[in-house]
């Protein structure tokens, strides 16, 4: 079994787009609980002047994290229609697969990897 992954994008939004996106982020939110179970956290923080937002992810292992990358649905292209993605910061070491699907989505985001656990615990149940 491989080790926790835990990922976050960093995104701009669009000016003056904050309470729509957090409208749209509370349907995202949703359907990542009902359609990702395997999942362990999909949650979105925006910054104090809504212009940034970051969005944490905790997978328990590689394959969760390769599901929940996989057919994101409609929702996922209305929240692209509110911001965009401008970094990755991703602790742990996800498959080639989705790092090359990342990178082949935002070509141009600054992606920062911390591949190698030095210790801790996650609770994931």
């Given at each position: 079994?491989?080790?926790?992954?835990?990922?976050?994008a960093?995104?701009?939004?669009?000016?003056?787009?904050?309470?729509?996106?957090?409208?749209?982020?509370?349907e995202?939110?949703?359907?990542?609980?009902?359609?990702?179970?395997?999942?362990?956290a999909?949650?979105?923080?925006?910054?104090?002047?809504?212009?940034?937002?970051?969005?944490?992810?905790?997978?328990?292992?590689?394959?969760?994290?390769?599901?929940?990358?996989?057919?994101?649905?409609?929702?996922?292209?209305?929240?692209?229609?509110?911001?965009?993605?401008?970094?990755?910061?991703?602790?742990?070491?996800?498959?080639?697969?989705?790092?090359?699907?990342?990178?082949?989505?935002?070509?141009?985001?600054?992606?920062?990897?911390?591949?190698?656990?030095?210790?801790?615990?996650?609770?994931?149940?």
């Amino acid at each position: 079994m491989s080790e926790p992954i835990i990922f976050i994008a960093h995104q701009k939004i669009k000016q003056g787009k904050a309470g729509e996106y957090k409208k749209v982020y509370q349907e995202v939110g949703g359907w990542m609980e009902a359609n990702k179970p395997q999942t362990a956290a999909h949650i979105a923080y925006l910054s104090e002047d809504g212009t940034e937002a970051s969005v944490v992810h905790i997978f328990p292992d590689i394959e969760a994290m390769e599901k929940h990358m996989q057919n994101l649905g409609d929702i996922g292209t209305k929240a692209f229609a509110l911001m965009e993605i401008v970094g990755f910061d991703v602790y742990g070491t996800p498959s080639k697969m989705v790092m090359d699907s990342m990178l082949k989505m935002i070509p141009e985001a600054k992606v920062t990897m911390r591949p190698q656990p030095a210790g801790g615990y996650i609770r994931l149940k």
